[in-house]
Antibody
């Protein structure tokens, strides 16, 4: 059974960097697209980006230049770094697994991100 | 970016009713649309992939359809746990955008 467990600091100061990691259980990093999604309060989800274990990442153009998604096969995890945070970046951040039809079938539990000094 | 527009934004219904939620993309998706259910404070749950394929374990009361530029999710015989928010997502190209959601209230 595939399970994702995400962790990282949820309180970030303005202009600083958000770092989140998602540990993957029950499957290797092969053959999936490891994805980050965020959701502002009362809004629909927003796709941040995805990466395969061996391919190039793809990021949302609206966040391009601020986001990096990487994988670590040895730790069976993938990570999100987002720089220069502002209040507009607050919300719940989720990691998820994407399959070959580009659906997201397994999700992490979510991390509430607050941007405040 | 492909824009996804869901309608209605809010829908009130009763247990046992049948409802249809709609999603329109700004360009043809060739079936690359997914549907998710989300309860408050929880992660989204995949219901339907590729327009019409129910995810494993999802009740047959949930049916995805495609008609031209529109995708729809029909829920028959509403159960109490069905009252939640529903989101469509296009999977044709990156960024894989979501709709703004339909909130289904009892």
């Amino acid at each position: 059974q595939v399970r994702l467990q995400q962790w990282g600091a949820g309180l970030v100061r303005p202009s600083e960097t958000l770092s989140l990691t998602c540990d993957v259980f029950g499957v290797s990093l092969d053959n999936s697209l490891w994805t980050w999604v965020r959701q502002a309060p009362g809004r629909g989800p927003e796709w941040i980006g995805e990466v395969s274990h061996s391919g190039h990442p793809s990021y949302s153009p609206s966040l391009f230049g601020r986001v990096t998604i990487t994988t670590d096969a040895s730790k069976r995890s993938f990570s999100l770094k987002m720089t220069s945070l502002t209040a507009a970046d607050a919300g719940v951040y989720y990691c998820a697994r994407g399959r070959n039809v580009y659906d997201l079938d397994v999700w992490g539990q979510g991390t509430v991100v607050t941007v405040s000094s | 970016d492909i824009q996804m527009t869901q309608s209605p934004s809010f829908l009130s219904a009763s247990v046992g009713d049948t409802v249809t939620l709609t999603c329109r993309a700004s360009r043809p998706l060739n079936g690359f649309v997914n549907w998710y259910q989300q309860h408050p404070g929880k992660a989204p749950k995949l219901l339907v992939s590729a327009g019409t394929t129910r995810s494993s374990g999802v009740s047959s009361r949930f049916a995805g359809r495609i008609s031209g530029p529109d995708s729809s999710l029909t829920i028959t015989g509403l159960q109490p746990d069905d009252f939640a928010s529903y989101f469509c997502q296009q999977a044709l190209s990156t960024p894989r955008t979501f709709g703004q959601g339909t909130r289904l209230d009892i």
